[in-house]
């Protein structure tokens, strides 16, 4: 089976750690997003994964070869010249994705962190026999979303609903689709949308089913979505009994911490963190709801909430870093000072405070 991953554009919504490093290539719970997605797909049977991209294709061939060899799957690009939007991608890498087997393909977008049910996902989509499945979510505001509305029993998509002012239906689109070859036919290759243009027509020959994902999902492109995310992700590895999840006096709910991170007497880690490879958190730390990513120092009584902290930054002693601020690669806050949601650009020092959410440059 293959795969073709939506990778697409310049990540912008993620500075600025994507300044660094391409989106995908981003750790989420110390591990890059498009891993996640990888072996997910590896585990199912995919022998080929196609990511289509439109920025730095070299930077990410690069840091997947090794992967290629380690969980023997072959990764190639499909290269854009101008952003072919949600479908286009799907007719530019057609050569790829159609073989004689003739079996159906899965296509992500990029930013989906799930439970990835793959192999679900294919018992439904040959047991309906129709021609395209798509997974979706329920959520609480369906009006911020394309809702998908769908005959229950079947699965069987009737129509979709962009931003509905009434309630229709709390289901929208998870950007997780398995996909016949014959859909390839219905797409140009030009800048177009799966979502509005080819899913209604499948839709309205009545070949569209949708499944109801299990367990959590979250679209992770942005920081305050990023930060759910990993709170969702480290509670379903929780519910499974997990052993990754650190444990002892320090700390509190779930946690991850890398097996060469150092963390120091009387810190207090916990919940939903996430402390990367070869970082130190020096004595009485205080980390709740944040990622700490590989290379970073915690200085003494420092306290982190709602935060990322991007690689080989330095939090001062007494620092406080709180409400979403993000931190790009080689940050160094000093000693005693307060970040209330600061967006700071790689290789900066900061001196004195950021007291309301700002961009420093």
């Not at 080929?48 to 992967?67: R, S």
């Not at 939007?85 to 990029?110: W, Y």
């Not at 990993?230 to 519910?239: C, E, G, P």
Request: charged fraction near 25%; proline fraction near 6%; hydrophobic fraction near 40%.
């Amino acid at each position: 089976m293959k795969a073709l991953i939506l990778v697409g554009g310049f990540g912008t919504r993620l500075r600025p750690l994507t300044l660094s490093v391409p989106k995908p290539l981003v750790e989420f719970a110390n591990k890059p997003m498009i891993l996640h997605q990888i072996e997910a797909l590896k585990a199912v049977g995919v022998t080929e994964v196609v990511l289509a991209i439109n920025y730095q294709p070299e930077v990410m061939l690069n840091f997947l070869k090794e992967f290629e060899t380690k969980l023997g799957i072959t990764i190639t690009c499909s290269q854009e010249t101008e952003p072919l939007g949600t479908a286009g991608p799907l007719a530019l890498a057609r050569d790829k994705l159609v073989d004689e087997s003739g079996e159906p393909f899965f296509v992500l977008n990029s930013d989906v962190i799930s439970e990835y049910p793959f192999k679900e996902m294919i018992e439904f989509h040959k047991a309906h026999g129709g021609e395209a499945s798509i997974m979706v979510t329920k959520v609480d505001e369906p009006s911020k979303y394309g809702v998908v509305v769908m005959e229950e029993s079947t699965g069987q998509v009737d129509k979709f609903v962009e931003k509905p002012k009434l309630f229709v239906g709390n289901k929208i689109n998870a950007g997780i689709y398995l996909l016949n070859s014959s859909v390839l036919d219905r797409i140009e290759l030009r800048p177009t949308s799966i979502e509005k243009e080819v899913f209604p027509k499948i839709a309205a020959e009545k070949k569209l089913y949708a499944m109801v994902l299990p367990g959590f999902w979250m679209d992770i492109g942005q920081p305050r979505d990023y930060i759910t995310g990993l709170r969702l992700y480290l509670d379903s590895l929780r519910k499974k009994a997990s052993p990754k999840l650190a444990t002892g006096p320090n700390v509190v709910g779930n946690v991850l911490v890398h097996e060469t991170a150092k963390i120091g007497e009387g810190c207090l880690i916990g919940p939903d963190v996430a402390i990367g490879p070869g970082c130190v958190v020096e004595s009485g730390v205080r980390l709740s709801r944040c990622t700490v990513m590989r290379g970073v120092r915690i200085k003494k009584h420092a306290c982190i909430s709602s935060s990322i902290i991007g690689w080989h930054s330095t939090v001062g002693q007494w620092a406080r870093v709180e409400n979403m601020t993000i931190l790009g690669e080689d940050v160094h806050v000093c000693d005693e000072i307060y970040s209330n949601g600061g967006v700071v650009l790689p290789h900066k020092e900061i001196k004195s405070s950021i007291l309301k959410p700002e961009i420093v440059m």
